[in-house]
């Protein structure tokens, strides 16, 4: 089978850090390639997914996550409680749970 020579250019830090990423999978840089192109012609196109997120993923969990919280206290009534009264609340549940029902310090 003839071979054929392919050259790219890469920013020397891109280059550094994914042969240090192959590297410590077992490949070379121009296996890696390989893999690459070969797994490209067997899924007929890019092997990963290449959409653009509708936002940063990180905020858009975090903002998700404090609205169900805020929800939930809504839901629960205790959403406009005070940190005095949440903390009172937790001293009164591990008073609970004491043996002899006395208050924790």
Avoid at 42 to 47: A, H, K, Q, S
């Amino acid at each position: 089978m003839a071979s054929s020579l392919v050259q790219i250019r890469l920013d020397d830090d891109l280059k550094s850090q994914a042969s240090a990423l192959y590297d410590a999978l077992g490949l070379d840089l121009p296996t890696a390639i390989r893999i690459f192109i070969k797994r490209s012609v067997m899924v007929n196109g890019i092997p990963f997914s290449m959409t653009l997120p509708a936002n940063e993923y990180k905020a858009t969990r975090a903002l998700r996550a404090m609205q169900e919280i805020s929800e939930a206290a809504s839901a629960a009534g205790v959403a406009d409680m005070t940190l005095d009264e949440i903390n009172a609340e937790i001293e009164a549940a591990r008073a609970e749970k004491k043996p002899g029902g006395g208050a924790v310090k």
